[in-house]
């Protein structure tokens, strides 16, 4: 993917709507120092582009009863393209799966599996996880907390 140009403006513009999302025009012009128009006309082309992709709410994961994050690293017996497909439709259905990587190194996939407790995490992995052709093996971390959570990088 090219990388897109941006100016002072768009960057000051992404960091802004990167801590509040709802910000109106009118207040990220303000926030920015832009008129409402230019910078409607800015947030959409960089919606066009591709720089910014959506918004959304940030969810306390906790407040909703879902208080335990760990850390999956799954190795594939194969690495072939069936393979990996299968393996990744599998964990599209999985909600417990709220992050998945294609990695390099020794282990092909990072997830991030979230659940009430650990008898819930025990019941993904065992009822679930483990049962997904080609899964060679699994390695589980446990967060004991969060250091930083930043969203998405910005310049």
Known sequence: MES???????????????GDGR??????????????????RRLKRLEEAGVITGYAA???EAALGFETSVFVSVKLDKQIDDALSTFEGAIAA?????????????????MRVV?????????F??????????VASIESSI?????????????
């Open 4 to 18: 897109v140009k941006l100016d002072d403006s768009d960057i000051r513009i992404l960091r802004r709507i990167a």
């Open 115 to 123: 659940v009430r407790n650990m008898a819930d995490f025990e019941k």
């Open 143 to 155: 967060p004991l907390r969060r250091v930083k959570s930043a969203g998405a990088r910005t310049p």
């Open 94 to 110: 999985f909600p417990e799966v709220v992050d998945c990587w294609l990695m390099t190194g020794n282990r092909d996939y990072l």
């Open 58 to 60: 940030l969810i306390d």
């Open 125 to 134: 992995l065992v009822g679930r996880l483990t049962r997904v052709q080609g």
């Open 23 to 40: 910000i109106s025009v009118q207040a990220l012009g303000d926030a920015v120092g832009l008129s409402p128009t230019p910078v409607a």
